[in-house]
């Protein structure tokens, strides 16, 4: 999967990663004075909102009578997926993205898919090998762009915008980045990263912009959790089936010897701290050992969770589970600290090797499961809203504006915030937009060699040896 890096030298990789490095400086000019004029002047219209309200009487008309809250279970999601986006950016920000993202992580799956997968996405490796800073800098400043609007915006049109565009993009990148999540590819497993993080973003942000009153009770937490029963269920399922390897340590004939030791001993040589390396490695011996048991394990824990997520509803305001009368929350529990041991010991966090995309899938599945957990608690508080001086005329737009930030100074700082991510995100998409239409190759550009990533690894070992694979031809 994208996600998990591998071993890179970076000969190849200097000149193109100074060209991107100084092109992200000059933009970071650009952005930091479109915020600090939006600083600017919030500070002055909350002034004139000030001194408003100083010369107002003591009447005052509402805007309106209460406002809710946002709940508990969407604010969880909007802040750890606008930490997502965040961590996404900064990882984008990696010197060897230009030259090694687009030949090194996408093209092994583009080629391990079928045909018409290849060329769906070949259009969009071409533009990044075409225009690779243009590219690398215009998608750091679209997640970063996006991190801040879920960040900032807390509630109203604006906030719900901002999950729809998170959703849009991330659709983008799990079509184009991630090759459909390596749904059409060997080795599409829920131990590697399946259905890929950014499918798993796009379904959160999709929820963020669904409507308020869909969190005004259970069903929308009770689907949230189903669904991701359903989920497990069919990874279960994948994962128990014969001749892929998962269930072969030292036994079996290549090239499905061992497919789950192999993949990870190839992320263990990626460039990390040791103790990572030797979680990985410690475990990568213990899958070599005991491939058959530790392969019908996670078979039977995805499907015993599954189900327990699956015939879930809520009795007495308590979630439980249909066939046992269980409370839900050990399963749950017991789900995060599967998603944890995966997450650090198989899929070795997903960030490190130099071209590593994302932290994978495990942290925003577990987002989602405990989004969808919260959202089954009924009720939203209600929130009072300040009052407007009558003296101040209602059809001066600019009057309303002044004293609504002095009302709600935070919220409408936030909405400034929010305005300036807007900005960051076309400011991003507008030579994105730009690099895919244009099909000419910058002059700067030369050819870079690919180098083998876990994705690639995992390509050439699960297809090696087999009818019509790229490796045989």
């Known amino acids: 999967m994208p996600g998990m890096g591998g071993g890179l030298g970076n000969s190849a990789v200097s000149p193109l990663a100074k060209a991107f490095h100084q092109s992200l400086l000059h933009q970071w000019f650009i952005v930091l004075a479109v915020l600090v004029a939006l600083t600017i002047t919030w500070n002055v219209l909350r002034f004139v909102g000030l001194r408003a309200r100083a010369h107002a009487g003591h009447r005052a008309i509402p805007l309106a009578q209460t406002t809710p809250a946002e709940p508990a279970a969407r604010r969880f999601l909007r802040v750890a997926l606008g930490g997502l986006w965040l961590v996404d950016g900064l990882l984008q920000s990696q010197s060897a993205m230009p030259a090694l993202l687009a030949n090194a992580v996408i093209r092994p799956l583009a080629?391990?898919?079928?045909?018409?997968?290849?060329?769906?996405?070949?259009?969009?490796?071409?533009?990044?090998?075409?225009?690779?800073?243009?590219?690398?800098?215009?998608?750091?400043w679209i997640q970063i762009g996006i991190a801040l609007w879920l960040l900032s915006a807390s509630r109203g049109p604006m906030s719900r915008l901002g999950g729809y565009t998170?959703?849009?993009?991330?659709?983008?990148?799990?079509?184009?980045?991630?090759?459909?999540?390596?749904?059409?590819?060997?080795?599409?497993?829920?131990?590697?990263?399946?259905?890929?993080?950014?499918?798993?973003?796009?379904?959160?942000?999709?929820?963020?912009g669904l409507p308020d009153r869909r969190w005004y009770s259970s069903r929308l937490g009770l689907g949230m959790i189903r669904s991701l029963g359903a989920f497990l269920i069919v990874?279960?399922?994948?994962?128990?089936?014969?001749?892929?390897?998962?269930?072969?340590?030292?036994?079996?004939?290549?090239?499905?010897?061992?497919?789950?030791?192999?993949?990870?001993?190839?992320m263990a040589k990626s460039p990390q701290p040791a103790l990572f390396r030797s979680a990985v490695e410690h475990v990568a011996s213990l899958s070599l050992d005991h491939g058959f048991a530790f392969n019908l394990t996670t078979v039977l824990l995805l499907g015993v969770l599954g189900c327990a997520f699956l015939l879930c509803t809520v009795r007495e305001g308590?979630?439980?589970?249909?066939?046992?009368?269980?409370?839900?929350?050990?399963?749950?529990?017991?789900?995060?600290?599967?998603?944890?041991?995966?997450?650090?010991?198989?899929?070795?966090?997903?960030?490190?090797?130099?071209i590593g995309t994302d932290p994978n899938s495990m942290i925003p599945i577990s987002i989602l499961l405990i989004g969808g957990y919260l959202a089954t608690s009924r009720g939203t508080p209600i929130q009072e809203v300040g009052a407007i001086p009558s003296t101040v005329s209602l059809r001066n737009p600019v009057s309303v504006l002044c004293l609504q930030i002095e009302r709600d100074p935070l919220q409408s700082l936030r909405t400034f915030i929010a305005?300036?991510?807007?900005?960051?995100?076309?400011?991003?998409?507008?030579?994105?937009?730009?690099a895919l239409l244009n099909?000419?190759?910058?002059?700067?550009?030369?050819?870079?060699?690919?180098?083998?990533?876990?994705?690639?690894a995992l390509f050439e070992l699960t297809t090696a040896n087999l009818p019509n694979s790229p490796n045989t031809k």
């Open 439 to 456: 099909t000419h190759r910058d002059t700067h550009v030369s050819s870079v060699p690919a180098r083998k990533t876990a994705s690639g």
């Open 318 to 354: 308590t979630l439980c589970v249909i066939w046992s009368a269980l409370p839900l929350l050990p399963f749950v529990f017991v789900y995060l600290a599967l998603s944890l041991f995966v997450w650090v010991t198989i899929q070795d966090l997903g960030v490190f090797g130099g």
């Open 166 to 208: 998170s959703a849009c993009w991330a659709l983008m990148v799990w079509i184009f980045g991630e090759i459909f999540g390596g749904l059409f590819a060997p080795g599409f497993s829920w131990l590697f990263g399946a259905p890929g993080a950014a499918l798993v973003y796009f379904v959160i942000g999709t929820i963020i």
């Open 111 to 140: 080629l391990a898919s079928p045909s018409w997968v290849a060329r769906l996405t070949d259009h969009g490796i071409s533009s990044w090998n075409n225009h690779p800073v243009t590219a690398a800098t215009a998608v750091f």
């Open 419 to 434: 305005f300036g991510a807007l900005f960051i995100t076309i400011f991003g998409a507008v030579p994105m937009i730009d």
């Open 235 to 266: 990874m279960a399922f994948v994962q128990a089936l014969p001749g892929r390897g998962f269930w072969h340590g030292r036994t079996g004939s290549a090239p499905f010897r061992g497919t789950l030791p192999q993949m990870m001993n190839l």
